[in-house]
């Protein structure tokens, strides 16, 4: 049952013919009234395929609002809440990147979708954690300029004969980074016959207890064919309010109820319904930044697809 104020959304929404797209790891009063919810890659396919609305509200953080308006510049892309950035993100600024391409002129340089336009707009293609593999797989080049991530660097790095090189060296998210592998072995011990799913923002330490490294889109997958019934979630809490809503008879269980992305949950449905009513906050990506991160984005789309 909808609250008065997610009605209250859903009417807006459609006075004004917008869509909501909202991330994974949003909260799940924002979650059901989504009309698309998905992992980064999930949510650049469905923005670039958005014809017949006018806006997207989008709740989820600034890089991913930044890709929305890349592939729909001629709609409004609204953000409920401007300080919604992703800190990982604001760690690779296009100075690092241009200096590294300077020291690596035979590089390639693929970039987390995580990134800023500015970034981006030196990236020769983009990746998620979901394809970052064969994106690079992809590539020419034996030698990449990979980032923000050092640890999804780490393990694209174990699973590729190319050298990978992380910028900045030391770039990481918050939120999986400082996961205790300590805490994930007793959890292990208490639920034996769970499945360990990790994201690959998750330090190695915890990455080494998985049975399977997959973005949070892979996670939605996984748990719908696994024949297991009981799963260890090990990335952001509100991934298993996605799963438990989604699959009610499997059992997935947050590994770590405290890895809370804080900057994912400032969008509350007060915003929501402000940000429709009012048409702001708007994001755009400067003019000169277009062409080149477009690029970018749209060849890993192309090569995902
Ligand atoms: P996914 O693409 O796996 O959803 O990851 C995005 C993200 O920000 C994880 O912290
Ligand atoms: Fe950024 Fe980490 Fe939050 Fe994902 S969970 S948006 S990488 S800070």
């Given at each position: 049952m909808l609250n008065q104020l997610?009605?209250?959304?859903?009417?807006?929404?459609?006075?004004?013919?917008?869509i909501l797209l909202c991330h994974n790891y949003q909260?799940?009063?924002?979650?059901?009234?989504?009309?698309?919810?998905?992992?980064?890659?999930?949510?650049?396919i469905k923005a670039s395929q958005i014809r017949d609305k006018d806006?997207?509200?989008?709740?989820?953080?600034?890089?991913?609002?930044?890709?929305?308006?890349l592939l729909n510049p001629e709609k409004k892309i609204l953000i409920p809440d401007n300080y919604a950035k992703c800190p990982m993100a604001h760690m690779l600024p296009a100075d690092i990147i241009k200096k590294a391409k300077a020291k690596y002129p035979d590089a390639?340089?693929?970039?987390?979708?995580?990134?800023?336009?500015?970034a981006k707009a030196e990236a020769d293609i983009v990746c998620t954690s979901a394809?970052?593999?064969?994106?690079?797989?992809?590539?020419?080049e034996d030698k990449i300029l990979f980032g923000p991530d050092k640890n999804l660097g780490k393990y694209v790095a174990k699973h590729t004969d190319k050298t990978i090189i992380?910028?900045?060296?030391?770039g990481y998210c918050y939120v999986h980074n400082n996961l205790d592998p300590e805490r994930l072995l007793i959890l292990k011990e208490k639920y034996p016959e769970a499945e360990v799913l990790v994201h690959p923002e998750a330090n190695p330490n915890v990455q080494k207890l998985a049975d399977k490294i997959l973005s949070t889109g892979g996670m939605m997958n996984h748990v719908a064919k696994s024949e297991n019934n009981q799963f260890l979630i090990v990335t952001e809490v509100d991934m298993c309010t996605r799963l438990n809503k989604e699959y009610p008879e499997k059992e997935c269980i947050p590994a770590y109820t405290d890895a809370f992305c804080e900057t994912m949950k400032l969008h509350s449905l007060k915003k929501i319904k402000e940000c429709l009513i009012k048409e702001e906050p708007i994001i755009t990506v400067p003019e000169e930044l277009v062409e080149n991160s477009l690029k970018a984005v749209q060849k890993m789309i192309d090569i995902s697809k």
């Open positions: 997610q009605k209250e959304i859903n009417e807006l929404k459609e006075e004004k013919n917008a909260t799940k009063e924002v979650q059901d009234i989504a009309d698309f919810i998905g992992d980064s890659l999930e949510l650049c806006i997207l509200v989008f709740c989820g953080v600034d890089f991913m609002g930044e890709t929305a308006y390639a340089v693929v970039l987390y979708v995580n990134t800023l336009a500015e394809n970052a593999l064969k994106i690079i797989q992809s590539l020419d992380p910028i900045p060296e030391d």
